[in-house]
């Protein structure tokens, strides 16, 4: 591979990385995604084939003071910025 070259977009990515979805070289460049068209800069966790993407709440928190995580559903679409 060459210094260039950016790893493909799994079907399911999360930022977090205790995650079992957390890809580590994806985050290596910037990751852009579509809900239903429009740009998003919040998400924490995508699935392109199930159609849904994860934001965090502005206000709630779990027990360990992380954001409560949002489910909105639509057609995702995942690329590299």
């Known amino acids: 591979m060459s210094d260039n070259a950016k790893p493909e ?12 979805h957390h890809v580590a070289e994806c985050f290596e460049h910037q990751i852009g995604i579509r809900l239903n068209g429009k740009e998003r800069t919040d998400v924490e966790e995508y ?5 849904w993407v ?28």
Not at 54 to 81: E, N
Request: proline residues 13%; glycine residues 8%.
């Open 9 to 20: 977009l799994p079907d399911h990515l999360s930022g977090n990385p205790r995650s079992p």
């Open 47 to 51: 699935c392109i084939s199930e159609g």
């Open 54 to 81: 994860k934001i965090p709440s502005p206000k709630a928190k779990d027990r360990w003071g992380q954001p409560m995580l949002i489910k909105l559903k639509g057609t995702v679409d995942a690329f590299y910025v």
